[in-house]
């Protein structure tokens, strides 16, 4: 047995050199960087207005802390279903507290760089149910009110619980009969401006009393008839207003004498009939000097019970910013200093100097956190306008339906995109500054402009800057003015014809309704080097627009392809086509349609390729591929995918397989009797691995191996081949332009490759006429080759490699001088299915290797994608460049392989349950990737140790600041590596394609059962070899059986090592995957720890899994 182990792992080639190993390490490292757009189900907000920085914490427990463009920080609770509930500031300190919905407050240090945790405190008993905090001005303590209507106070640097408490019994000892049953909860607690030994203290019910906490005794007692929401002090602390549940806010006066009646009677502004909850309510002076009311909620119960608002009051002015989901929180800021952040020299210790100093209740902006959005609006602006947002942008305003990444962008293109950009906003944002203005970005190197393209159910498709860490909206394209009907919407009466009360004004861009699912944007792509746009609808319409930097009128051109039309039975039972408005159409600059294709059936478009060197696009369907002439605006050949005996309609709807529910379900049962007799029949043959998979029946020569057989083959998971009559087979999967040898090895042509979800590839050859005659001549078409894969594996991707294995250049790249030429030689083209990637040469199209990931690993590839990976250096000359292969599976690994398919890097990027974050995933050209982490936020990873964006930032802090620093105890959570919503963050890393998976080391390696058995769980296993030092946590189990019975030893080991290298070693929960780098060994799993050592000494040689001497056959 062992001696067939170790054929195995020489047999599928030499373990890499030492030097290729260092070079690995160079190339390639997977890494979560930064996140872009709206964090998902925001729950809580806060605002330092020392630091200038403000924190947004989630639902899922994240909590985010921003800053000026490029300042982001990111952290994570460690209890995963906590929500964050309330975030407050620590002003000035860099600290932060959070409490989540299971009652336990953290405390939160920016450490210049990173976010980390120092410690928590867990409050238990209903009765401690915290409900409102109040940091103290002076930053020592936290106030702490309770469901109970207990006060606390907890130490804002260690969180523990002082005997200083406001217990309720004693507060209500002055209060009126009523309140001293049960005031409520403590709703909310409010320092004094200028003195903060007066605490003003409100219940649930309504009452609200300042304490004395010196005297420890209530000197004012204020009682309303309305449930209590907020608190808010004005002035210097002569005033204060409370809003209540009913829709009113009253104003009470402060006097020397005890008063229970407020200074002005209650104000409804919505009144008189049943209003919703005031739930915060701010005053401020304006910077003109003129007081600003500022409340959210407030509407009539009967009319706008479903509005979101916040209303904003200065004299005459009134403003109801209408919003289109739920707010959360708003505070306002003053105007943003020259510098940004202005450092205090002394501390604050009282909360009129933190206001003098940074708030003194000017309000010049208005920041409001809503559940989809942020909105910021301009209180300086003569129109209270809002201003452009430069991050935590609502990606998710129409549903996110596809995305694509382009670049490099050429600098012609991207200037045109974003002046298109300012035209189409232009009046409607302010040009004030940004507020959020704390923290320092660090100067990096300009790197080439990548643009992220979201298409949208809307019809819609916007343009983002993705080049660094900021995601700078640059330009938004609309597909649905090209079409009319009823169902889109082309007036809008109710949006114009504002309502004189309440004045309402929609603000914020989420807009989550669609007026027509059949605008909804399927695929999108942009040529960085043209500026050519195209785009494929849910409704079988193609778009093509251009770039133009003037406006014009002009007709659409309008092409129309039956895919079917040799199909004379067949009916579809869909949706309709869209239809195309007739007459000249008025453009603004920017993107201007100059062609609508529409195909028949009207299916949504699966697949989209462009080539605008040639001149020509392919759309393909659930029902076949259409070729068209974008130059002439005529259609050139069309393909008909389906089964000819199929006339069921193949996407007529997304759940349109009620014919074959029944009989897909019958097959679903016959593979799970399969699975089981084959389990079964495993067992019975090999009590010592119940977890091995079933073997292909082998014949019976098969059972006598030589020991010295060069083919010996990992044992593969049996693959089941695919119905050949599924109603779905004929979408089409993948289209690819290349010029390539598909004729003869002499001349190389123009074609177009098609690959469906049966797993059949078409290639057609193309002729192209000289530029000259572009316009005149057409171009032809004809099939060419095809090829039918053994097991019909859908194809997911196909590239021609040349004669250096790189992937053929994009259109126009040699043109414009972005790529070079070609390598001469033989080209090779590369299919990639669902299952297996396979090379095949050119132009016979003979096999040339491949390699089996599903039958190996048990995966499935959901996306595929060539990148480039370069060491780093100091000039061009000394970095080493490699394209490799990029795919993405159905478990959320991306790997990295070579051109001859050897694997060189398997990581979990995406957790393997979010299927929507692995259907958004895109690669670009660098090894990097971007995929919807959630509905509303983009993830950014990378694969390569040399490409990495992150936030290059640090928070600076007064000196009186950082004096307060303590060292912290764990390993801090830095930008760009916190946890995800689970624990499922390990991985994988291998160097060869020769890697021995867990299934076939445990088939190879399995002990006869006489044998001792050794069960070794290595995880995250590094070891030194500059410092012969083991950094791993071994645990080991040894169960030995003897004539006197069964011993049993538990070993537990665990030692460390100084290295300082940062190399990312992961593993799968199923074990360890063979990988040696200079510097580090990960050792497999099944390897006996006292064999760790003798390891280095054969690094440089061939790696023989240690296994226990093979026992002769019983």
Request: glycine share 6%; charged share 20%.
């Amino acid at each position: 047995m062992a001696g067939r182990m170790l054929k195995f792992i020489r047999g599928k080639g030499q373990q890499p050199s030492a030097e290729r190993q260092k070079l690995q390490n160079e190339l390639f490292a997977f890494r979560k960087t930064v996140q872009h757009g709206f964090p998902h189900r925001a729950s809580a907000l806060a605002w330092d207005p020392l630091l200038r920085l403000a924190a947004v914490g989630t639902a899922t427990g994240a909590l985010k802390v921003y800053g000026r463009p490029g300042v982001e920080l990111y952290g994570q609770h460690t209890t995963i279903e906590a929500a964050v509930t309330q975030i407050h500031f620590i002003p000035g300190t860099g600290r932060l507290i959070s409490l989540c919905d299971d009652n336990c407050l953290h405390l939160w240090e920016l450490n210049e760089k990173s976010l980390i945790e120092l410690k928590s405190h867990a409050f238990e008993g209903k009765n401690k149910r915290i409900s409102s905090i109040c940091v103290e001005a002076s930053g020592k303590n936290i106030l702490l009110g309770t469901e109970g209507g207990n006060i606390y106070t907890i130490d804002a640097n260690t969180l523990t619980v002082s005997e200083d408490v406001i217990y309720q019994d004693v507060v209500m000892q002055n209060c009126p009969e009523d309140f001293k049953v049960n005031p409520g909860a403590v709703e909310a607690v409010c320092e004094h401006p200028k003195a903060p030994h007066r605490l003003l203290v409100g219940y649930n019910r309504g009452l609200v009393v300042l304490w004395d906490r010196t005297a420890a005794a209530p000197t004012h007692t204020f009682v309303s008839n309305q449930q209590l929401e907020s608190l808010c002090w004005n002035d210097d602390g002569e005033h204060f207003t409370s809003s209540h549940n009913d829709g009113s806010y009253v104003t009470w006066e402060v006097a020397g004498a005890a008063s229970e009646r407020p200074l002005k009677e209650p104000i409804t502004p919505y009144g008189p009939y049943p209003c919703k909850a005031i739930t915060k309510l701010l005053t401020r002076t304006s910077v003109d000097g003129e007081e600003i009311t500022i409340y959210a909620g407030g509407m009539p119960r009967a009319s706008y019970s479903d509005k979101y608002t916040v209303t904003v009051q200065q004299g005459d002015r009134h403003v109801a910013f209408d919003f289109t989901s739920r707010v959360i929180d708003m505070f306002t800021t003053t105007p943003v200093p020259p510098d940004g952040t202005p450092l205090q020299e002394e501390r604050p210790v009282t909360p009129a100097q933190i206001q003098l100093q940074t708030v003194n209740q000017v309000a010049a902006a208005l920041v409001v956190l809503a559940e989809e959005e942020l909105v910021a609006i301009d209180l300086c602006d003569a129109n209270w306008r809002p201003l452009r947002l430069p991050y935590l942008l609502p990606v998710h305003a129409s549903a996110v339906t596809t995305a694509h990444l382009a670049g490099p962008v050429a600098d012609s293109v991207l200037d045109s995109i974003v002046a298109a950009g300012k035209q189409q906003t232009e009046n409607i944002y302010s040009e004030g500054q940004w507020p959020i203005s704390g923290g320092i970005v660090e100067s990096t190197e300009a790197e080439p402009k990548q643009i992220l393209l979201t298409g949208h159910e809307d019809g819609s498709v916007r343009f983002w800057d993705v080049t660094g860490v900021v995601m700078t909206p640059l330009y938004k394209y609309t597909t649905a003015h090209l079409f009319s009907g009823e169902e889109i919407g082309e007036n809008n009466d109710s949006q114009n014809e504002e309502e004189e009360w309440p004045p309402f004004r929609r603000v914020g861009s989420f807009d989550p309704y669609s007026d027509d699912p059949r605008l909804a944007v399927k695929r999108v792509l942009l040529c960085p080097l043209s500026g050519m746009l195209t785009i494929g609808g849910a409704a079988g319409h193609i778009v093509v627009a251009s770039l133009k930097n003037s406006p014009s009128t002009a007709e659409v051109k309008s092409i129309s392809v039956n895919i079917v039309s040799d199909r004379d039975g067949f009916v579809w039972k869909g949706h309709d086509q869209l239809t195309l408005r007739s007459g000249p159409l008025t453009f603004p600059a920017g993107f201007q349609a100059s062609t609508v294709a529409q195909l028949s059936p009207p299916a949504a478009v699966t697949a989209l390729a462009a080539h605008w060197e040639w001149g020509v696009l392919c759309a393909g369907t659930a029902h076949g591929l259409a070729l068209l002439d974008a130059v002439r605006s005529a259609p050139l050949l069309h393909k008909c995918t389906l089964n000819p005996h199929d006339h069921s309609g193949a996407g007529d709807t997304p759940i349109s397989r009620r014919k074959s529910f029944k009989k897909s379900l019958r097959e679903s049962f016959r593979r799970l009797r399969k699975g089981r007799s084959q389990r079964r029949q495993t067992t019975a043959a090999s009590p010592t691995s119940p977890t091995q998979p079933a073997k292909k029946t082998p014949a019976p020569a098969a059972d006598k191996l030589n020991e010295t057989d060069p083919d010996v083959k990992p044992v593969e998971r049996a693959v089941e081949a695919r119905s050949t009559d599924d109603a779905f087979g004929s979408m089409v999967r993948c289209l690819y332009f290349a010029r390539t040898f598909l004729i003869n090895s002499q001349n190389s042509t123009p074609t177009l490759w098609a690959g469906t979800n049966n797993g059949t590839v078409y290639a057609f050859t193309l002729n192209v006429p000289n530029t000259n005659k572009r316009k005149e001549d057409p171009v032809t078409c004809q099939l060419a080759k095809e090829i039918q894969l053994k097991h019909r594996a859908p194809v997911i991707g196909i590239t021609v490699l040349d004669g250096a294995s790189v992937p053929l250049p994009d259109p126009l790249e040699v043109e414009r001088g972005v790529s070079p030429l070609p390598e001469g030689g033989a080209h090779r083209v590369l299919i990639a299915s669902e299952e297996q990637f396979k090379v095949f040469t050119l132009p016979a199209l003979k096999p040339h290797h491949k390699y089996k990931l599903t039958a190996h690993e048990g995966a499935r590839v959901r996306r595929t994608s060539f990148a480039w990976f370069e060491t780093a250096g100091a000039n061009a000359g000394e970095r080493h460049r490699e394209w490799c292969l990029l795919c993405l599976t159905n478990l959320g690994d991306c790997l990295v392989l070579s051109p001859d398919l050897r694997r060189q890097l398997n990581a979990a990027a995406v957790r393997k349950e979010d299927i929507n974050g692995i259907a958004s995933l895109c690669f670009s050209k660098r090894g990097e990737a971007l995929y919807l982490h959630s509905s509303s936020e983009l993830q950014r990873i990378t694969l390569s140790a040399t490409k990495v964006t992150v936030a290059a930032c640090h928070i600076l802090l007064s000196p009186w600041a950082a004096a307060l620093r303590s060292q912290p105890e764990e390993q801090p959570l830095t930008n760009g590596e916190h946890k995800e919503e689970t624990a499922e963050t390990v991985h994988d890393v291998t160097a060869a394609s020769g890697d021995i998976t867990v299934d076939s080391v445990r088939d190879h390696s399995a002990p006869p059962p006489s044998e001792p058995e050794l069960n070794i769980n290595l995880q995250n296993t590094q070891v030194n070899t500059s410092s012969m030092v083991v950094k791993t946590t071994t645990r080991t189990m040894v169960n030995e059986n003897n004539v006197d019975g069964a011993t049993t030893a538990t070993t537990t080991t665990t030692t460390t090592t100084n290295a300082s290298e940062n190399i990312l070693e992961h593993s799968r929960e199923e074990g360890v995957i063979t990988r040696i780098e200079t510097g580090t060994v990960t050792v497999p799993a099944g390897t006996d720890p006292k064999l760790i050592l003798e390891m280095f000494d054969r690094q440089r040689s061939p790696l023989a899994v240690p296994t226990p001497a093979a026992a002769a056959d019983s």
